[in-house]
């Protein structure tokens, strides 16, 4: 893959709002290798044979017995060690690569929860933050799937506020173990796992506890551990969720994860994983369904006629395919970033495991981004494939109703899509004002510009995608200055503006979209020739207008929320010459991309 990216120098995070990228420098999916096809291969095949013709018994098992058992079969395939190092029984592949495989089991439906929880979150605390001890006594069974985990970190009262949690943690006098007490909610493969991921806050003998949580290993056969039957749940209803009660649960004070206090932050940075892999797995779904909806838009006829005939439903299927392939393009845009910088800190001499933790602190925006992109990517597609479907889409004999419920819960996974969008313009705002990231500067120019006449007699540029790059570099002008005015304006009490501030990351999230997918369509343009790729190219652009029309309709909202009079009047008159684009038929564009797919009967793009 190092060629997919060459000449590439690491972006920081969050720097493609006031840095341009060039298209060479990023990886595409038709980067991936010959090796990595055979792995997605593999993925899709166990889905198709192991999981997709028994939906219906997961969704209704009494017992966690048969999803135990689909771990153990995905672990012989070595699907469950894919993040774990090679010294340790994993594979140890590269960010990418495991982003491929949460794609490719994605349309698995509980099935994939219950394999990102036990790979993810259940298994990555200890390849991350576990010492040598630790990760030669847990990772090899976790590797192969002979023991099966699970992340205990919400609490009745504590969802977003993951550190306010209760549970608590007392270390004996002679301080050999902590005894746990606590109750946690919520728990993705608790009926059958082993080994449990838990966050409490310590507690001294004086009674006194820590403000901040720490991290521990315990096992199931510890003891002390009780739980409730399965929740009840309007999807994913084959996903073992549980509360877990810990009563005087003793664990070995060996066990403690990282330092103590350091539990938080070990969340947090477990999240930025699963958040950018949700997305993968979200991808892997929609295409599943699009699929679906393709094929029956083919078969049903109403009017003497295939119901793909008509424009109604090109529009929706052409729709549904430009999310899906801007999604696909951030999520490995974003993944080969991260891949990179893993690869630069372990070239400066940092170990494996910080190397990665650190290059996924660093983009933790794009982490964000991806999370409430992808979910919302999925629910769109699901929600047009049961329209598609009509009557038979709200049927349960039809494959839209699983598709449909399952879906709705990935908007609240991994922290919501309100507290992500609330973080990537609080992590742009923080980066901004400790240096890291050289906003303040761009954004001053752009302050000066829109009280400028405009320059019409700009030099010429040569390549592709020049007028549509000018509408990007207008788009991040327009967050900037937004984000600008309002931070000016506002200062401290910005924080609790919480409608302004998703404004303003609804804005940064569709330009990240659509440079994404313009870059890709430019890169494949150099490697196939426009001819080749001209159904990709017009996605981009498609996705590019639209991506217009909604940072405009944000920006709007924010200006409108925070500004008055002459300064309302002038950010307006910015806000409009920074979203201006030349109208193009895009009726027609659409009807292009669904006569593709429903030639090709699949998603193709």
């Known amino acids: 893959m190092a060629n997919a990216t060459a000449g590439a120098d690491s972006i920081k995070g969050g720097e493609f709002l006031i840095k341009e990228t060039e298209a060479t420098h990023i990886f595409i999916p038709e980067d991936f290798s010959e090796e990595q096809q055979m792995i997605a291969a593999t993925c899709r095949d ?140 919520w728990i993705t493969n608790g009926g059958f796992a082993d080994i449990f991921i838990v966050f409490a806050k310590i507690e001294d003998e004086n009674g006194v506890t820590d403000k901040n949580l720490t991290a521990f290993i315990v096992e199931k056969s510890s003891g002390g551990i009780t739980m409730n039957a399965p929740e009840h749940k309007m999807g994913i209803k084959g996903s073992d969720t549980r509360q877990i009660f810990f009563n005087n649960c003793v664990v070995p004070a060996e066990n403690q994860l990282s330092e103590r206090g350091n539990g938080f932050k070990i969340a947090v940075n477990i999240l930025n994983v699963g958040r950018i892999k949700l997305a993968a797995a979200a991808l892997g779904g929609a295409k599943q369904v699009l699929n679906h909806a393709i094929n029956y838009a083919n078969e049903r006829k109403q009017f003497g006629l295939t119901i793909g005939n008509f424009g109604a439903i090109k529009h929706k299927l052409a729709e549904m395919a430009i999310k899906i392939f801007v999604t696909e393009s951030a999520s490995y845009r974003a993944g080969q970033n991260i891949d990179d910088l893993i690869h630069d800190f372990k070239d400066k001499g940092i170990d494996d495991g910080k190397a990665k933790l650190n290059a996924l602190e660093e983009f933790a925006i794009e982490c964000a981004i991806l999370k409430v992109n992808g979910s919302e990517t999925l629910d769109y597609v699901v929600d047009e494939g049961v329209q598609i479907y009509g009557g038979m889409g709200f049927s349960a004999d039809a494959p839209m109703d699983r598709a449909y419920r399952d879906s709705r819960i990935n908007r609240i996974f991994e922290g919501t899509n309100e507290i992500n969008r609330l973080l990537v313009v609080d992590m742009l705002m923080k980066r901004a004002m400790k240096g890291k990231l050289d906003i303040m500067g761009p954004a001053m120019a752009v ?57 303003i990351a609804d804005m940064v999230i569709e330009t990240y979209m659509a440079e994404s997918v313009l870059l890709r369509a430019e890169k494949l343009i150099s490697i196939k020739g426009e001819d080749a790729v001209k159904l990709q190219e017009d996605v981009a652009v498609a996705y590019l207008h639209e991506a217009v029309d909604k940072v405009q309709s944000a920006g709007r909202y924010a200006i409108t929320s925070f500004a008055e009079g002459d300064e309302l009047r002038v950010m307006l008159l910015g806000l409009k010459r920074f979203t201006k684009i030349d109208p193009i038929n895009l009726k027609d564009m659409r009807r292009n991309i669904a006569e593709v797919l429903l030639q090709d009967n699949k998603y193709n793009l």
């Not at 966690?64 to 689909?70: F, G, H, Q, R």
């Not at 007028?467 to 910005?494: F, H, P, S």
């Open 46 to 185: 166990f889905i198709r044979t192991e999981i997709t013709p028994i939906l219906e018994k997961i969704d209704t098992a009494t017992t966690p017995d048969l999803m135990a058992s689909l771990l153990d079969k995905a672990g012989e395939l070595g699907l469950v060690g894919t993040a774990v190092p090679e010294e340790y029984g994993g594979f140890g592949m590269d960010f990418n690569t495991s982003m491929l495989v949460a794609e490719c089991t994605g349309a698995g439906h509980s099935f994939s929860v219950a394999l990102s929880a036990h790979t993810g979150i259940g298994t990555l605390p200890i390849v991350y933050y576990g010492n040598e001890e630790q990760k030669a006594k847990y990772l090899p069974k976790l590797a192969t799937g002979e023991w099966k985990s699970a992340y205990c970190l919400t609490e009745p009262d504590s969802g977003s506020d993951a550190n306010s949690g209760k549970t608590k943690a007392t270390l004996s006098a002679d301080g050999k173990q902590f005894v746990i007490n606590g109750q946690k909610m």
């Open 447 to 503: 302050s000066k510009e829109i009280m400028s006449i405009p320059n019409f007699n700009e030099e010429e540029e040569n390549g592709h995608f020049i007028k549509e790059k000018k509408v990007l570099r207008n788009l991040k002008k327009a967050i900037l200055m937004v984000a600008g005015g309002a931070a000016q304006k506002l200062m401290m009490k910005l924080s609790e503006e919480q409608e302004i501030i998703m404004n």
